[in-house]
Antibody
Framework: EVQLVESGGGLVQPGGSLRLSCAASGFTFSSYEMNWVRQAPGKGLEWVSYISSSGSTIYYADSVKGRFTISRDNAKNSLYLQMNSLRAEDMAVYYC???????????WGQGTLVTVSS | QTVVTQEPSFSVSPGGTVTLTCGLSSGSVSSSYYPSWYQQTPGQAPRTLIYSTNIRSSGVPDRFSGSILGNKAALTITGAQADDESDYYCVLYMGSGQKVFGGGTKLTVL
């Protein structure tokens, strides 16, 4: 069974940093592309970032480019999102999501909440 | 900036058929945008229903189908059930890894 478990969310002040993690199991992690998708409270979904299976190709939404960094450790079956210079508008539930290709998301984690507030 | 459009809300009677659409603020949606559809109930993670226009994700019943209708992507639910009451999101692939979600459609079954 595919499982994606996010962690690392919490309360952070504006301008602060946070690192999210996603532990994957139930599939060969190194063979799959991965994404981060977020959802602000009461709002819709927003794609944040993508990383290829090897980590060699990375994309970001314009809203986070230059502030967020996606990475993965295939030996640890883990995906990460380093978030710097956090803003109030970054407050959201962050979902780790598996990709079948750059165009497809097939499985989602349960999400971790990031709260940005002073 | 590209805006992906969805109906804010829709209602369907139990057993009925409903078609939700996913369009572009300018231009037409084609299979080249690899439209996908997701279902989300309050407090839960999204669930993938359809990807690449019309491919059902694993475990998704065939009551759910995807297509291109005119200049939009479409999700059709036949034989609507009470537990189909959810938010439905589409996403379009814009190239260079960029994906843009629609604002979502709140479906009521009554």
């Amino acid at each position: 069974e595919v499982q994606l478990v996010e962690s690392g969310g919490g309360l952070v002040q504006p301008g602060g940093s946070l690192r999210l993690s996603c532990a994957a199991s139930g599939f060969t992690f190194s063979s799959y592309e991965m994404n981060w998708v977020r959802q602000a409270p009461g709002k819709g979904l927003e794609w944040v970032s993508y990383i290829s299976s090897s980590g060699s190709t990375i994309y970001y939404a314009d809203s986070v480019k230059g502030r967020f960094t996606i990475s993965r450790d295939n030996a640890k079956n883990s995906l990460y999102l380093q978030m710097n210079s956090l803003r109030a508008e970054d407050m959201a539930v962050y979902y780790c999501a598996r990709g079948l290709a750059a165009t497809i998301i097939d499985y989602w984690g349960q999400g971790t909440l990031v709260t940005v507030s002073s | 900036q590209t805006v992906v459009t969805q109906e804010p809300s829709f209602s369907v009677s139990p057993g009925g058929t409903v078609t939700l659409t996913c369009g572009l603020s300018s231009g037409s949606v084609s299979s080249s945008y690899y439209p996908s559809w997701y279902q989300q109930t309050p407090g839960q993670a999204p669930r993938t229903l359809i990807y690449s226009t019309n491919i059902r994700s694993s475990g998704v019943p065939d009551r759910f189908s995807g297509s291109i209708l005119g200049n939009k992507a479409a999700l059709t639910i036949t034989g609507a059930q009470a537990d189909d009451e959810s938010d439905y999101y589409c996403v379009l692939y814009m190239g260079s890894g960029q994906k843009v979600f629609g604002g979502g459609t709140k479906l009521t079954v009554l």
